[in-house]
């Protein structure tokens, strides 16, 4: 299975995804975006070995992107901290296929303005017992697509929203990597 990794930021969780495949039987990482040409992630990439390329908001809005993708035959498409809409033909052209994390037990403090550190901070201000991380498939909603699976930590021991964030970022790393695996090769059998 052909994997794209689309990230606007640092990029941890997908080095963090890199490093599990790398190990991983049948799940091949080939290709890395970013829609900012600064990014982290960008020569995260590079220092696994991995093609990456920077797309604009028009190259994903107008179908470069996806063409893109169909050409170097990408399967899956995961989102790691990647901050633009996925259009509704590009989730069409990849049903149940696209997986995003989100850095809180959705519902609660996810749409639109909720990402980074503004969902720590909410979580923080609400003194909210536990946070966690949700991954789920996306749809053309923010924050919306079908969970697949939540990992939980209290957090009413914590005194900040930076503390929420480092504690939430460990669960993302140990979580996304395995959950991703697991439904990527499950993809493979084919449907009775
Ligand atoms: C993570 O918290 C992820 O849940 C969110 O964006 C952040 C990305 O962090 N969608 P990184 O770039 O993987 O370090």
């Given at each position: 299975m052909?994997?794209a ?17 790398s190990?991983?039987?049948?799940v091949d ?5 970013s829609?900012?040409s600064g990014?982290?992630?960008l020569e995260?990439?590079q ?5 990456s ?12 992107l996806?063409?893109?993708l ?6 899956w498409?995961l989102l ?8 509704i033909e ?10 995003n ?8 403090f996810?749409?639109?303005g909720m ?17 966690g ?12 697509g ?7 930590i209290?957090v ?5 929203a930076?503390?929420?964030s480092?504690?939430v ?13 697991a ?8 449907v009775?």
């Amino acid at each position: 299975m052909r994997v794209a990794i689309l990230a606007s930021g640092s990029g941890s969780n997908a080095a963090a995804l890199m490093h599990c495949f790398s190990a991983t039987e049948g799940v091949d990482v080939v290709l890395v975006g970013s829609n900012r040409s600064g990014a982290g992630v960008l020569e995260k990439a590079q220092q696994a070995g991995v093609s990456s390329i920077h797309f604009t908001s028009d190259d994903l809005a107008g179908g470069v992107l996806l063409k893109k993708l169909k050409t170097v035959n990408v399967d899956w498409v995961l989102l790691a901290g990647f901050l633009l809409q996925i259009p509704i033909e590009f989730c069409r052209a990849f049903e149940n296929k696209i997986l995003n994390i989100h850095p809180s037990l959705l519902p609660k403090f996810g749409g639109k303005g909720m990402y980074g550190m503004n969902v720590h901070r909410a979580v923080f201000e609400a003194a909210e017992k536990e946070s966690g991380m949700t991954i789920h498939y996306v749809n053309e909603c923010f924050d919306e697509g079908e969970i697949v699976f939540q990992g939980r930590i209290d957090v009413s021991q914590l005194t900040s929203a930076e503390e929420i964030s480092s504690e939430v970022l460990k669960l993302e790393h140990e979580y996304y990597p395995r959950v991703a695996s697991a439904l990527i090769l499950d993809s493979k059998t084919p449907v009775k």
